[in-house]
C-alpha cells in the first residue's frame, strides 16, 4: 500500500474530522499532495491540496472551514475538517503527485449526520 489514509467516520453536523494520509517511502520528490472527494451520485471533486513550498487550494464550498497541511519528513498530509456538513458527506481520496506519476489512497468514509 502506497498510500494509508484514516481519520474518517461518522460525526454530526457542525462537528470536526481530521484525516491522515501517509505516503510510502517509496515515493521521494513529492510535489503536490492533496484530497478529492467522492458523494454518492457525484463526480469526484477537488476539496483541497498543498504544494511543496506550502502554497494551498481549495474548494469554495470548504473554504474557511477545512485546512490542508503537510508533513515533508513524514511524506503525510493532513486535512482538518470544522463546522462539517451533511453535504461533506462522501468518501475522500488522498492523493499525492511526484514527478509525471500520481498515486491515490484507499479512500475513506467521512459521514456527517445527526
Known amino acids: 500500500v502506497q498510500l494509508q489514509a484514516s481519520g474518517g467516520g461518522l460525526v454530526q453536523p457542525g462537528g470536526s474530522l481530521r484525516l491522515s494520509c501517509a505516503a510510502s517511502?517509496?515515493?521521494?520528490?513529492?510535489?503536490?499532495m492533496g484530497w478529492y472527494r467522492q458523494a454518492p451520485g457525484k463526480q469526484r471533486e477537488l476539496v483541497a491540496r498543498?504544494?511543496?513550498?506550502?502554497?494551498?487550494n481549495y474548494a469554495d464550498s470548504v473554504k474557511g472551514r477545512f485546512a490542508t497541511s503537510r508533513d515533508n519528513a513524514k511524506n503525510t498530509v493532513y486535512l482538518q475538517m470544522n463546522s462539517l456538513k451533511s453535504e461533506d458527506t462522501a468518501v475522500y481520496y488522498c492523493?499525492?503527485?511526484?514527478?509525471?506519476?500520481?498515486?491515490w489512497g484507499q479512500g475513506t468514509l467521512v459521514t456527517v449526520s445527526s
Open positions: 498543498i504544494a511543496s513550498g506550502g502554497t494551498t
Open positions: 517511502a517509496s515515493i521521494f520528490a513529492i510535489t503536490m
Open positions: 492523493y499525492v503527485r511526484s514527478g509525471t506519476n500520481s498515486y
